[in-house]
């Protein structure tokens, strides 16, 4: 409940009752989460611990992997469709960047910085790669799996941008000696 009312809060939202509906639907969504991931890893573990034939073992961990996904998707689908039905997309939007700790701004204003010169197109692909992510990052269960899911579209983003030619590990290089060269540091 303490970090749904952390999401809540910035969105200024003056109707109490109102405020405490989008409160507890957003802790709601994080128990649920929470019992979903909970038992797809007791199911996981006793997969392991069967043991048995490597393919075996692996198909049922894919099938395990494979309901909880569905599940997931199910809960996130209704989660969404409740926030929308009771807030504006801008709100919506903070909520999906509060439960995901702002990475996609903070991502797409650094390939921004990293790269000054992406087209239009360049920067529309970044962006809609950055909010996929965090649509999955919005049902992980924890920090390290949110960052997981980011760092997989990370490096879509990456092999994009390679792909039209931008030399990424460069872009890094030339952008730390500006930050370098601009704080009076030696290079």
């Given at each position: 409940t303490e970090r749904a009312?952390?999401?809540v809060a910035p969105l200024g939202i003056e109707d109490n009752a109102k405020h405490e509906r989008i409160r507890s639907l957003i802790a709601d969504q994080y128990r649920a989460l929470r019992d979903i991931h909970t038992a797809r890893d007791a199911a996981l573990k006793e997969v392991k611990l069967k043991g048995g034939d490597a393919a075996i073992v692996d198909a049922a961990l894919k099938a395990t992997r494979d309901e909880v996904d569905l599940k997931i998707q199910a809960l996130h689908r209704k989660y969404v469709a409740r926030l929308t039905a009771e807030l504006s997309l801008q709100q919506v939007e903070q909520i999906k960047d509060g439960m995901t700790?702002?990475?996609?701004?903070?991502?797409?204003?650094?390939y921004l910085e990293l790269l000054p010169n992406l087209t239009p197109e360049q920067k529309s692909e970044v962006l809609a790669n950055l909010l996929e992510a965090r649509e999955y990052a919005m049902d992980a269960g924890s920090a390290d799996e949110k960052h997981q899911w980011f760092g997989k579209y990370k490096g879509r983003i990456n092999n994009y941008l390679s792909a039209a030619?931008?030399?990424?590990?460069?872009?890094?290089?030339?952008?730390?000696a500006k930050r370098k060269a601009a704080a009076g540091e030696p290079r």
């Open positions: 009312e952390k999401i700790y702002g990475v996609v701004q903070g991502t797409y204003r650094h030619g931008i030399d990424m590990k460069q872009a890094e290089k030339d952008w730390t």
